[in-house]
């Protein structure tokens, strides 16, 4: 039987902070030793990350430690997202239903293939019949979409699950976390391998505007015509009044694309989100975060607490259908944008209150991250201004 707990302190002391998150997620799982353990903590602890990570192997009695720095952390309802807070998850279960491997490869620029190959080599002799490799990325240095392809081509057939660490912009680095390793400019992560049932799901916080448009005329990261109109034209019209305020218009409007080629709509949960980095009214342009092809289909989305919720409300409704009749989660993981939080939503623990409502009490740890990686219309994708959410269960039994 797969049990978990979830635990989280916002004391000064890094020990204490440490212990006190751990022996809470003990607790609550019913266990005194774990088969692993997560943990994230924000940047006020900076300095004492490795003793954090050796009090909590200590105290939950496993080496089997990862996790990464980020702006905020989620333990269960709670999210915390600003100043001293450190989250803890752990869990244990039989060895033939689940275990626990975690994985550093320092050095990411230049060699994403490389990249890929390491993580694949430390993971591939570990799995199972199930696998879930969680992956934790140094945001700044991570060359996400090239490391993930690859990864995708050495492991066939393994859900993958993360998210980029984060930080509050007080240090420009992030930290991931193995062991009582630390580093940026490197990739940690965790394998969960056994016989368990995976429930994993995203949701977004930007609906589209507008319709579908065509691309043709581009060169490079620049887009020059959408529906042979000056493509600044069919973004100005998207926009609507935030056209008036560009750096502002910049931060809600984003650019739609669908995972599957060829596609002439943009579906829900079909499209990812990149960035608009720049637009041209004398010249009639837009830069974007890519670069499109003449004949891709595009779309703008814009980002809003309304659209963020309904879609949310949306995917925990699948949730529920996916699980009903299976034995409940023992725990979860939610990997949530920094976009995300009480700035989009006026109130803080928004997607965590939604969660719990929908789910029950399972425990649930996470992060907010600098980007996401899930699984989108079964592709494993680089997702932005989104929410991962992936669900342990233990498998029903047979009678």
């Not at 709670?78 to 033939?96: K, N, P, Q, R």
Request: aromatic residues 8%; glycine residues 10%; proline residues 4%.
């Amino acid at each position: 039987m797969i049990r978990a707990g979830v635990g989280y302190s916002s004391a000064r002391n890094p020990r204490s902070a440490a212990s006190e998150a751990t022996a809470a997620a003990l607790a609550q799982a019913g266990i005194s030793r774990a088969t692993g353990a997560l943990c994230f903590a924000t940047p006020a602890y900076g300095a004492a990350y490795p003793m954090i990570l050796r009090t909590v192997a200590s105290e939950a009695g496993t080496r089997e430690v990862a996790g990464c720095s980020s702006m905020g952390v989620i333990a269960g309802e709670t999210e915390i997202e600003a100043g001293h807070a450190l989250a803890v998850l752990v869990f244990s279960g039989d060895e033939d239903e689940i275990r626990a491997t975690r994985f550093f490869v320092p050095t990411l620029r230049g060699r994403a293939a490389g990249v890929a190959t390491d993580i694949a080599s430390a993971v591939r002799p570990k799995l199972g019949k199930s696998n879930l490799l969680i992956l934790f990325a140094d945001t700044y240095n991570f060359e996400a979409e090239a490391t993930l392809d690859a990864l995708v081509n050495q492991l066939p057939g393994v859900t993958i699950a993360g998210g980029g660490a984060s930080e509050d912009g007080s240090i420009g680095e992030t930290f991931v976390f193995c062991g009582d390793t630390i580093s940026s400019n490197a990739v940690s992560g965790m394998l969960l391998a056994g016989e368990f049932d995976l429930t994993l799901a995203n949701t977004i916080a930007c609906g589209l505007i507008g319709t579908a448009h065509r691309v043709t005329a581009a060169r490079d990261n620049i887009v020059i015509e959408l529906d042979g109109r000056p493509a600044y034209e069919v973004f100005a019209e998207s926009a609507g009044p935030l056209a008036d305020d560009l750096r502002r218009a910049l931060t809600y409007v984003f650019v739609a694309i669908p995972v599957y080629e060829n596609a002439d709509t943009i579906e829900r949960g079909q499209f990812v989100v990149r960035n608009i980095v720049g637009a041209s009214e004398e010249h009639g342009v837009i830069a974007v975060a890519f670069q499109p092809k003449v004949g891709d289909t595009i779309g703008f989305v814009l980002r809003d607490a309304e659209r963020s919720r309904q879609d949310l409300k949306a995917t925990l409704d699948d949730v529920n259908d996916r699980v009903s009749g299976n034995p409940p989660p023992a725990f979860g993981l939610y990997f949530n944008c920094v976009s995300r939080g009480s700035g989009l939503y006026n109130i803080p623990g928004h997607d965590s209150a939604y969660i719990r409502s929908a789910l029950g009490p399972i425990p649930i740890a996470g992060f907010f991250t600098g980007f996401e990686i899930s699984s989108l219309a079964d592709q494993t994708s680089l997702l932005q201004y989104s929410g991962v959410l992936a669900l342990i269960s233990g498998r029903k039994p047979w009678f």
